[in-house]
């Protein structure tokens, strides 16, 4: 990837090259926040947020009511799918199931079965846009802003985010609604950097050796980029003038830091992964990316969370032949065994954990392109952070609701089973990285209570 193809990036010199054009929501009234210092030091957390857009179906992580299912449903599920095995625990096997039992097994993962929003079920909301909003904002609030905004303003007003940390919010997925603005703008240095899972270094200066020459009357020019990369003269010379030129402000020193952050680009790109023998990452799109974004939490304790979606894999709004659903969530789960992995490795899986799910879940009936259509009950799946999460297995059970009308067959929490509502996931964020009061952010939706008891 060339450099004017890069993901337009924010440093923590502030202000380098800004993700554009994101929206603005309500001002964030901090002075509402009760904030511990202490928590948020104990805990010493960082997140990747995982998230699964399109909508991806819960049946890998849930196949408990399959029998039912494939009695009710419109296409039989055996006859299309290469395989329906259960394990233990009611996962799919064929479709990710075998590490998702590894994970539970380890104490490394939590699979919760009922994330379920009765206030959309009460409006019929099914629609991606809307719930991919709420849930990256973490409301219902149209005006609000973001969750990972919020979090920065936050961090900011108490005193652990300053213009010295660098790279506290990065994506790998470009743009979204996680990072949403209040209207007042965020800071350069408090906006998300953007990355990419080869690191390519915007701030390292190339020297390029330029041929010109004619044909046919047309000057045409080529070039070739010097092996090394770099002209100490060159880059004497473009500080200089960099110095000389700029006002006094953030883009200046973002120049005088320029090299400090090359190198520091660098040396995470240069860093290996330990050797995890059977346990290696998958050769896919997708694993290099949550490989990166490890590397990088690992070198750079200053990050705190790193979104990314599942591009590598695929969508997962699978209204039609959705037998690829299967080898998608098996190449996902593959890689988040591996990341497991990656961070015991690292003696990290204490403070790093990974947060995995979308806007909602699917429909069961598999209807008549062998497909699904939108539902409101999914998984969230949670793993690592072992400092401050206790990991429970498999939380909560559910039921088949069958209207009797075609194509209307869903799953819904099992009456007396523990649910929570998609805005909890923002909550359980908040409360992690130190806020004792995250239900005024979140519509009154508190945390997600087994993972802290």
């Given amino acids: 990837m060339k450099r004017r193809e890069f993901i337009k990036l924010s440093l923590a010199a502030g202000s ?25 030091e104990a805990n010493s957390a960082q997140t990747i947020m995982i ?47 075998t590490a998702m039992e590894t994970l539970m097994d380890n104490g490394d993962m939590t699979l919760f079965r009922c994330c379920y929003s009765a206030v959309r079920e009460a409006e019929g909301n099914k629609a991606h846009g809307e719930c991919t909003v709420q849930n990256q904002k973490g409301t219902f609030d149209e005006d609000a802003g973001g969750m990972l905004a919020n979090l920065a303003q936050i961090l900011k007003a108490n005193n ?58 047309r000057e045409i020019e080529n070039y070739n980029n010097r092996e090394d990369g770099f002209d100490p003269a060159l880059d004497t010379k473009m500080n200089t003038l960099a110095q000389q030129n700029n006002q006094t402000g953030k ?31 998958p050769e896919n799109d997708f694993s290099e990316k949550i490989e990166a974004a490890i590397k990088l939490l690992v070198k750079n304790p200053d990050t705190k969370v790193i979104t990314l979606g599942t591009g590598g894999l695929g969508g997962w709004d699978d209204h039609n ?25 690292e003696g990290k899986e204490q403070t790093i954990n990974i947060m995995v799910f979308g806007e909602f879940g699917r429909n069961v009936n598999l209807n008549s392109a062998h497909g699904w259509d939108h539902g409101n009950l999914q998984n969230l799946y949670v793993l690592g952070g072992k400092g401050y999460f206790n990991h429970k297995g498999t939380v909560g059970e559910t039921v088949v609701d069958d209207p009797g009308s075609i194509n209307r067959l869903w799953l819904k929490p099992k009456n007396g089973t523990y649910w929570f509502e998609p805005l909890s996931i923002a909550a359980t964020l908040y409360k992690i990285y130190g806020i004792e ?6 519509n009154n939706n508190g945390i997600i209570s087994p993972l802290f008891s």
């Fill in 16 to 40: 380098a090259i800004l993700l554009p054009s994101f929206t603005y929501g309500a001002a964030l009234d901090v002075s509402q926040i009760n904030f511990s210092s202490a928590n948020y």
């Fill in 51 to 97: 998230f699964m857009y399109g909508g991806a179906s819960q049946l890998a992580g849930n196949i408990s009511n399959i029998e039912e299912i494939e009695r009710k449903s419109q296409s039989s599920y055996n006859d299309y799918f290469r395989g329906i095995t259960k394990t233990k625990s009611d996962c799919w096997q064929e479709a990710g199931g």
């Fill in 160 to 217: 652990v985010v300053n213009e010295n940390t660098l790279m506290p919010f990065v994506t790998m997925e470009g743009e979204s609604n996680f990072y949403v603005e209040g209207n007042e703008p965020l800071p350069g240095y408090l906006k998300p950097v953007g990355i990419n899972e080869n690191f390519d270094n915007p701030y390292k200066r190339e020297v390029r050796n330029w041929t010109y020459y004619t044909e046919d009357e």
């Fill in 251 to 281: 883009i200046k020193d973002a120049f005088a830091k320029r090299g400090q952050l090359s190198d520091f680009i660098d040396a995470i790109s240069d860093s290996t992964t330990p050797d995890l023998g059977e346990e290696a990452y």
């Fill in 321 to 345: 032949e959705a037998r690829d659903y299967v080898t998608r969530m098996e190449r996902l789960f593959g890689a988040l065994k591996s990341a497991m992995a990656h961070l015991k490795a």
């Fill in 437 to 442: 009061n995250p239900e005024i952010l979140t």
